[in-house]
């Protein structure tokens, strides 16, 4: 009997746990290996209760062949820990599936700059947008998205990365033949979709918080776009920052109840992120074949030119009949001495702390005496307002020119 049928058989047991199955894997080596095992063997198993043990002990493979026979009409690649396509990323986790189900193709992981965009289902047109510009720009960036196809911003990311003609993943809280919808079959022909049950799985409300080990575990990076404070949203951040992740986390109105929770990822320490290349800049060093910075703006977030600036190439006169280069001046020219007279007292002194050279955001809050949520805090509204930007490695730069 191929080693695959054992696999399946280990993934539909619908009463194991996720964590009981991990055990398994990693006290047997295989699920060829569990299947054969022995009850007291099973039994003693740390991670794997009585019950689940006499479950184990039955070794009923009548839904085996009811599953591939479902997998081959849908499609489906059946990858398992044992495959070489199975990433290893994925596989460190504390509990990786046993068994992926795929439809689409899955690119080669762990060669990926892999993001994860989420949050909320309620999402405010700000939200929406944002969601879709920030996925657009990693994927055009050379990022891989990873969304949860869910209403709101999961589903605005991967509409944003399919618009830049990337990469996106579709990491499914359900079976597949329940995320048949036309925004799946559009990641489906451009990436993958990816679900650890088995077809005719009936859906749990678990099964939504289950799948975040593994949209977390499948990414290096993940950035929260807007959440309330009770939120999936901060448990899928908890999620990551367990994993060891970077989390990003997108600004929002301070009195927007709908901000409220990632206004305090940002309190407790998470990147700020306004746009595409705050994010994939902190992982350029590491994927420097696969990571570029792209000015691409995202399609129908085109800011449309003043109604009277001068046609392209022309120059404008001044009152004085003196000609004025019709060149935007970039923030990094902001004139300084006109933007510390707008500045806070700990912006003031946040501004001080920060050398010529990228500053540790660590050395900022040492040198200013300021709390480390203030810190973060003030340097995202001054991020957004263009006086800073990040750079990696968690470090923050001035964005201005120093007269002498």
């Not at 054992?6 to 539909?12: G, K, T």
């Not at 839904?63 to 081959?72: K, N, Y």
């Not at 998205?145 to 996106?168: F, K, N, Y």
């Not at 420097?288 to 399609?299: G, Q, V, Y």
């Amino acid at each position: 009997m191929s080693a695959v049928k054992y696999w399946i058989w280990l993934s539909a047991l619908d009463t194991l746990s996720v964590r009981a199955k991990a055990a398994l894997i990693r006290r047997f080596g295989d699920a060829e290996s569990v299947f054969f095992a022995p009850r007291d063997a099973l039994a003693q198993c740390d991670g794997v209760s009585a019950s689940e043990s006499a479950v184990l002990s039955r070794r009923d493979l009548t839904r085996v062949d009811e599953i591939l026979a479902d997998c081959a009409e849908q499609h489906l690649s059946i990858i398992t820990m044992q495959d070489a396509l199975y990433p290893k990323r994925l596989k460190s986790i504390y509990a990786p599936p046993v068994v992926l189900y795929v439809r689409g193709h899955l690119p080669q992981i762990d060669d990926e700059a892999v993001i994860a965009v989420v949050g909320t289902r309620s999402a405010s047109p700000y939200g929406l947008k944002m969601g879709r510009q920030i996925a657009y720009e990693i994927a055009s960036c050379g990022g891989i998205v990873v969304s949860g196809l869910t209403h709101g911003i999961d589903a605005a990311a991967a509409r944003g990365a399919m618009a830049a003609d990337g990469i996106c993943l579709g990491v499914l809280g359900t079976a597949h033949e329940q995320q048949d919808g036309e925004l799946a079959m559009k990641v489906c022909r451009r990436g993958a979709l990816i679900s650890e049950y088995a077809p005719g799985r009936v859906s749990q409300r678990s099964f939504f918080r289950e799948r975040n080990r593994i949209s977390a575990g499948l990414s290096v990076g993940a950035v929260a776009v807007e959440a309330p404070e009770k939120s999936g949203t901060l448990l899928f951040s908890a999620e990551a920052l367990e994993q060891g992740r970077e989390v990003f986390a997108v600004p929002g109105n301070a009195d927007a109840p709908g901000c409220r929770g990632t206004n305090s990822l940002l309190k407790d320490g998470a990147t700020p992120a306004t746009c595409g290349w705050d994010v994939m800049a902190e992982f350029a060093a590491r994927f420097p074949d696969k990571i570029r910075r792209s000015a691409a703006l995202c399609p129908e977030q085109t800011p449309p030119a003043p109604a009277d600036a001068p046609p392209a190439g022309e120059t404008a006169r001044r009152a004085d009949g003196k000609k004025e280069i019709d060149k935007e001046k970039s923030v990094e020219y902001i004139d300084l001495r006109t933007q510390l007279g707008l500045l806070s007292e700990a912006q003031l002194k946040i501004v001080s702390a920060i050398e010529k050279e990228p500053t540790h955001i660590d050395d900022i809050v040492e040198k200013t005496g300021l709390g480390a949520a203030t810190v973060l805090t003030q340097l995202t509204v001054m991020t957004v307002k263009g006086l800073v930007r990040r750079v990696p490695g968690n470090r923050v730069v001035l964005n201005v020119k120093r007269r002498p």
